[in-house]
């Protein structure tokens, strides 16, 4: 954890917050994708409480999230994304990080589903109400956010971002 550290956090409960200053690009943080959630693997009794920190990836793949990307924060002014490479996944800074700036992902980005939430991330950008679905997203938000997309979410949703590039065309 080098780079990072879990502390109390002004957005919700535990954050994961800058050791170091991070440029745009950086890599932060390499995710332990390790723990699988599967028919034959369930979450543990012991696990249960931890369903939230739940990952759903390519092909319907879900892990449960170890320590310390658990506790990355949602914030609709994001200042981290996730990239795979290899199979692997990495954390890169989106921007300048400070020593002791939280670290937020949008939690829209790579995602799908019909969860919603109320925001208190308390950016100026706030949604306030987050929708899980990218594609739920104000399409401007979806413009920016597509150099953000991972290889496998593109490839899964090829359609809808295709017929998304279609309209910015028009």
């Not at 999230?65 to 994304?81: A, D, G, K, L």
């Not at 899980?132 to 949703?157: A, C, I």
């Not at 809808?160 to 910015?168: D, E, R, S, T, Y």
């Amino acid at each position: 954890m080098g780079k990072v550290y879990v502390a109390e956090s002004r957005i919700h409960g535990q954050g994961v917050f800058a050791a170091v200053t991070l440029k745009p690009g950086e890599p932060v943080l390499a995710l332990d994708d390790s723990r699988e959630v599967t028919p034959d693997q369930p979450l543990l009794a012991e696990e249960g409480e931890h369903r939230r920190f739940c990952d759903f990836l390519m092909g319907g793949r879900v892990v449960l999230m170890q320590s310390p990307e658990r506790y990355i924060n949602h914030s609709c002014s994001p200042n981290v994304f996730v990239r795979t490479f290899d199979g692997l996944r990495y954390l890169f800074a989106l921007k300048m990080i400070y020593m002791t700036e939280e670290l937020a992902l949008d939690y829209c980005i790579n995602s799908r589903g019909d969860t919603l939430w109320l925001c208190n991330c308390g950016s100026p950008r706030c949604r306030h109400t987050v929708h899980s679905d990218f594609f739920r997203l104000p399409f401007l938000l979806q413009l920016e956010y597509l150099p953000l997309l991972d290889t496998w979410f593109v490839h899964e949703n090829q359609d809808q971002i295709n017929a998304l590039l279609h309209k910015a065309l028009r």
